[in-house]
């Protein structure tokens, strides 16, 4: 895009060209967030291993940020968890 004076400018986004990650997600987009079936993803929420939807109304939605969390307290194979903090077995 150019000036009227001939010199070129780059032109900023509108807030309507902003691309936003949902904070809430579906059901369905929560399971597939997580990388498990809906199935799978109903049993986990009913035994505790991902959180409980909030509502919107009548609607259930995850939030996205206690998905991460709960994914990331899951165990890891080979081990209770990702790398051991070295700091957890300082004592002070």
Do not use: Y
């Amino acid at each position: 895009m150019t000036a009227d004076n001939g010199t070129k400018h780059q032109r900023r986004p509108s807030n309507s060209m902003l691309i936003l990650a949902p904070l809430g997600l579906s059901r369905v987009i929560a399971s597939e967030f997580v990388g498990v079936g809906v199935t799978k993803f109903d049993l986990m929420v009913e035994d505790g291993r991902m959180p409980k939807p909030r509502r919107i109304d009548g609607r259930k939605v995850w939030d996205r940020q206690q998905l991460e969390e709960a994914f990331k307290a899951l165990p890891v194979e080979g081990g209770d968890r990702e790398t051991p903090n070295p700091w957890d077995s300082v004592s002070g």
